[in-house]
């Protein structure tokens, strides 16, 4: 992952139009946000973000405090520097599905497409060793993470 | 109970004793049950504009949140730049709009629009109400949000349908937790500590003090920090009256419109303490060239967002500025033995940067107009200042003692705001005299609103600073975009005196200095509101003045000569 890309991990409020807060936020504030996921939490009623953005230790900085301002944002937490696990999801529609997906640990879904689960570094390798076989269609998630067990 | 009922009900359980609204389509049954619940006043206003900037004044005078209703679409667009104007200077509001029924929201229905869409980026929070069991709750949260922590406007958007379905038994409870909002207003005792060691060991400190501290009402506990550490206070536009200007160790006011002497203890300052400001850019001119000799900074803010966002500071004290100063107090050492220069060095920058006017031209000088003002209403009245050079006048020439006398749209700049604010600023402080000072531009914006000071007999007495032009425009293009003056004149306006006179009000025209004391008299010795139209001195200017761009160290002052 670009070393200037930060992970944050917010919890939020299910209502409608959180989300339109949440961008809206980072919109007007003028920040570059590279990802965002977002889908239900443990909790009932609140769900998990995760976002990741492009900016040095002073902005997210802001970034953080900005969204915490959002009284429907409960909870955020700059987990760039903590041990954490990341993934994301990716499929791809080819041309030709190469008999070497699963060096990626990539499994064919249906006829011509591929999923990977992975970091997003491994992810980005292998968009680029899909690429000879014609990537006609590509859908990938943004990364998920959550700190490791202590 | 009908929504209705509820919201009505609701308002009542919060104390709510006056409401600026207008009626239309969407907030007919709001409207249809008003009259049941005369324990609430409600003020028809002209223009929806005019209702919000009277729940602002309403809100700055008295401390609690104004109230406002609209209907759907145009009604609660005209809120907008209301709505504005109190989350910049963080003033707590409530407004509840109409909206069209719940079965056609998101098609285009008559007067549809997407209210909480617009008015994200200018609440503290909002909400769409599509049921009615929802009401109680949304209305107990909606106060508590707008009046705790860092104060702001809310919106409550509610379907037609909503407000006249039947939700049964009525039941409230006032809201004091929300899992996402936790105001910090206790401060770290450690941090108040060090904010106070860093002061005793500055040898060149200055605090800087802004509206959060008017807001948190901590301007003896600011006397006490500032006079026990021997430190100099300036203000913030929004934070005049925090402390009194006439104390040895004011400052007055900062910023790029701020006096001479507090522009250069700023910049030659080896510490500053803000407390209970953004530190925007109208305070601190070009930021890379504020405060260049500074060492440290203390930030005092309720806001943790505050924090950095502009300057970042070497210590962070997120707090209610109140307690924040509470708790430092304790620790505030005596200055050092070296004090005396510092303030020494103040006292000459006071003497050879005072504020100054000149008369030379043989035109009537607001500053005049301000000062026979002050003389007669010293610390007792509330003025509140519209925007542009009427707004910088009416901070600088009168002596502010103590906060909440001078109101103003210091963060988004709204021209129109006084009029209708100091109408909110009367409904909530009848025991006060409130005056109006505007420029003659800034008063038509929201002018209609003089029905409603006739209507109800508002006692608002009106200062037209009326120098035929957009005053404040006019000098930046004279001093600052090489004298082309573009579309700035204002010649062509009504006769004041005959649109007083056509609304209803008594009136009288002002153009030489010695008839400023026999108006003033009259003005006051009226029952009800009075306009005085002072045809001031057209090329009079607001000094100092940093040019736009430029650091606070380029301040210009009046030209030699002027």
Redesign the interface.
């Given at each position: 992952m670009h070393s200037q890309l930060r992970v944050l991990r917010v919890l939020v409020e299910d209502n409608p139009g959180v989300m339109a807060r949440v961008s809206g936020m980072i919109r007007r504030r003028g920040f570059n946000i590279e990802t965002i996921t977002v889908g239900p939490s443990t909790e009932p009623g609140r769900s998990r973000m995760t976002l990741t953005v492009d900016a040095g230790h002073a902005e997210v900085d802001q970034v953080a405090k900005q969204l915490d301002r959002l009284i429907e944002v409960i909870e955020v937490e700059d987990i760039t520097d903590a041990p954490t696990v990341s993934r994301e999801l990716l499929i791809a529609k080819l041309d030709k599905v190469p008999p070497t997906v699963e060096q990626y640990g990539a499994r064919q879904l249906a006829t011509g497409i591929v999923e990977l689960t992975a970091d997003s570094e491994t992810v980005e390798e292998f968009i680029e060793f899909l690429k000879p076989f014609g990537i006609k269609e590509l859908a990938r998630t943004g990364p998920v993470a959550m700190r490791r067990s202590a | 109970m009908t929504g209705a009922d509820m919201v009505l009900e609701a308002l009542e359980r919060e104390g709510v004793e006056i409401i600026f609204g207008y009626p239309g389509g969407a907030n007919l049954p709001l409207y249809q049950r008003l009259p049941a619940h005369p324990k609430l006043r409600h003020i028809l206003v002209r223009h929806e504009q005019g209702a919000a900037h009277m729940a602002d004044g309403y809100a700055r005078a008295t401390g609690r949140p104004g109230i406002v209703f609209a209907t759907s679409g145009p009604g609660a667009l005209n809120l907008v730049t209301g709505l504005c104007t109190a989350f910049m200077d963080s003033v707590p509001m409530i407004a509840i709009t109409g909206q069209v029924p719940t079965a056609v929201v998101g098609r285009d229905a008559f007067q549809e629009s997407d209210v909480?869409?617009c008015t994200?980026?200018v609440t503290?929070?909002s909400y769409?109400v599509t049921k009615v069991a929802d009401i109680p709750r949304v209305i107990s949260e909606a106060f508590h949000?707008a009046a705790t922590g860092r104060p702001g406007p809310v919106l409550i958007d509610i379907c037609r349908d909503v407000q006249q379905a039947e939700g049964g038994d009525f039941e409230y409870s006032y809201c004091s937790v929300?899992?996402?909002?936790k105001p910090a207003l206790e401060p770290d005792l450690v941090q108040v500590e060090r904010a106070a060691e860093m002061l005793a060991g500055a040898r060149r400190p200055v605090i800087l003090a802004g509206h959060g501290v008017i807001l948190s009402h901590a301007e003896q506990e600011l006397l006490e920090v500032a006079e026990r550490s021997g430190t100099p206070v300036g203000t913030t536009l929004l934070g005049v009256g925090a402390f009194p200007v006439q104390h040895p160790l004011a400052l007055h006011m900062t910023g790029f419109m701020g006096t001479g002497w507090n522009i250069k203890a700023v910049q030659n300052a080896d510490l500053l303490m803000m407390v209970g400001m953004r530190v925007d850019d109208r305070v601190t001119a070009k930021l890379s060239e504020w405060a260049p000799k500074a060492e440290s900074f203390v930030h005092i803010d309720i806001?943790?967002?505050e924090?950095?966002?502009n300057v970042?500071p070497h210590l962070e004290v997120v707090a209610d500025a109140k307690r924040a100063l509470t708790a430092m107090a304790p620790y505030v050492k005596p200055p050092p033995a070296d004090r005396g220069e510092w303030l020494t060095q103040i006292d000459a920058w006071r003497e050879e940067h005072p504020l100054k006017y000149s008369r030379s031209n043989g035109h009537l000088q607001p500053q005049d107009v301000l000062i026979d003002m002050y003389r007669r209403c010293q610390d007792e009245a509330i003025v509140v200042a519209d925007v542009g050079q009427n707004q910088i006048w009416a901070a600088l020439w009168w002596n502010y003692t103590k906060p909440g006398l001078f109101l103003n749209s210091g963060g988004s700049g709204t021209m129109g705001f006084a009029f209708p604010a100091a109408l909110g600023a009367k409904f909530g402080r009848p025991d006060k005299d409130v005056w109006c000072v505007a420029g003659e531009g800034g008063f038509v914006m929201t002018a209609q609103e003089l029905s409603v000071a006739v209507e109800h007999q508002v006692p608002v007495k009106i200062v037209l600073l009326n120098n035929f032009s957009l005053g404040m425009v006019r000098q930046f293009q004279d001093d600052f975009y090489g004298g082309v003056r573009s579309e700035v004149d204002l010649t062509v306006m009504p006769d004041f005196v005959k649109l007083a006179e056509a609304y209803g009000l008594k009136a009288r025209r002002v153009d030489r200095y010695e008839e400023i004391k026999p108006a003033f008299d009259e003005a006051q010795a009226t029952p009800g509101p009075f306009l005085i139209d002072f045809r001031i001195d057209p090329e009079a200017n607001v000094y100092p003045i940093v040019p736009l761009g430029k650091g606070l160290d380029d301040f210009w002052e009046l030209p030699n000569g002027a």
């Open positions: - | 909480i869409g994200q980026s503290k929070h769409l949000i929300l899992p996402g909002y806001d943790a967002s924090m950095g966002k970042r």
